[in-house]
C-alpha cells in the first residue's frame, strides 16, 4: 500500500534561515512525489514534482526538493525562509503503472517563519 | 488562465439532507478528481473521472456519495442522508492527463458543514 509521512506537525524557521519540510513514503516501485501548499481558506497549490531524472528538483518561489530512493525521502527545502512562506505544507506520492491515479497525500506539515 | 473552481465555498446544512456541490474543472483537463479533507488531516481520495466515466471509486465511502460528470466537463458531488461526520472540506482538482506523472491542480473547495 501506498503511504507517505510527514514527521513533523510543525517547523518553525527564523526569517532568513534555511528551512527544510521531512517527507518520507512508502510505495512498490518507483514513485512520483509532489509538494503542495495550502494557505488558509485557499485550495492546494502545486510547488514541485519529481518524475525521474535529477534528485534535485526546482520549484515554485525558490522552493526545492530532494529525491533520496535509498531513505525513500522528499523533503522539501528553500535556502532563505521568508514570513510570506507560512502555511501547510503537504507532501503526496503516486504510484506508475495503471490504477495509480489518486494522489496520497501525508497529514501536512505546518511552516512557521517568524520575522 | 482560469483554474479549478468549486461552488458553493460554503455549505451549510441539517443532518438528513441532500447537499449538491459543483467542480468545474481547467479548460481542456480530461481527469478529474474528488478529494475530502478534515480537520487536521491530508485530503483523502474519493473519485476519478476520465472524461464522463467514473474510472476509480474506491474512495467513495458509502452509498450515499455519488458523483456524475456526464458532459466530460463539470462534475458534481452528491451527498445524501448528510451526516456529522460528513463535515469536511471537498476538493476538486482536475488534470490534463490521467496519468501518474501529471500534476493535479486543485481548487479552493467546498467547506460542508452538517449540524
Known amino acids: 500500500a501506498q503511504s507517505v509521512a510527514q514527521p513533523e506537525d510543525q517547523v518553525n524557521v527564523a526569517e532568513g534561515n534555511p528551512l527544510t519540510v521531512k517527507c518520507t513514503y512508502s510505495?512498490?516501485?518507483?514513485?512520483?512525489l509532489f509538494w503542495y501548499v495550502q494557505y488558509p481558506n485557499r485550495g492546494l497549490q502545486f510547488l514541485l514534482k519529481y518524475i525521474t531524472g535529477d534528485n534535485l528538483v526546482k520549484g515554485s518561489y525558490g522552493f526545492e526538493a530532494e529525491f533520496n530512493k535509498s531513505q525513500t525521502s522528499f523533503h522539501l527545502k528553500k535556502p532563505s525562509a521568508l514570513v510570506s512562506d507560512s502555511a501547510l505544507y503537504f507532501c503526496?506520492?503516486?504510484?506508475?503503472?495503471?490504477?495509480?491515479?489518486?494522489?496520497?497525500f501525508g497529514a501536512g506539515t505546518r511552516l512557521a517563519v517568524h520575522p | 488562465g482560469a483554474g479549478v473552481s468549486q461552488t458553493p465555498s460554503n455549505k451549510v446544512t441539517e443532518k438528513g439532507k441532500y447537499v449538491e456541490l459543483r467542480c468545474d474543472p481547467i479548460?481542456?483537463?480530461?481527469?478529474l478528481y474528488w478529494y475530502r479533507q478534515s480537520l487536521g488531516q491530508g485530503p483523502e481520495f474519493l473519485i476519478y473521472f476520465q472524461g464522463t466515466g467514473a474510472a476509480d471509486d474506491s474512495g467513495l465511502p458509502n452509498d450515499r456519495f455519488f458523483a456524475v460528470r456526464p458532459e466530460g466537463s463539470v462534475s458534481t458531488l452528491k451527498i445524501q442522508r448528510t451526516e456529522r461526520g460528513d463535515s469536511a472540506v471537498y476538493l476538486c482538482?482536475?488534470?490534463?492527463?490521467?496519468?501518474?506523472?501529471?500534476?493535479?491542480?486543485f481548487g479552493p473547495g467546498t467547506r460542508l458543514l452538517v449540524l
Open positions: 479548460s481542456g483537463h480530461t481527469a
Open positions: 503526496a506520492v503516486r504510484g506508475r503503472g495503471g490504477g495509480y491515479n489518486k494522489l496520497i
Open positions: 510505495v512498490s516501485g518507483n514513485p512520483y
Open positions: 482538482a482536475s488534470s490534463l492527463e490521467p496519468g501518474g506523472a501529471e500534476t493535479q491542480y
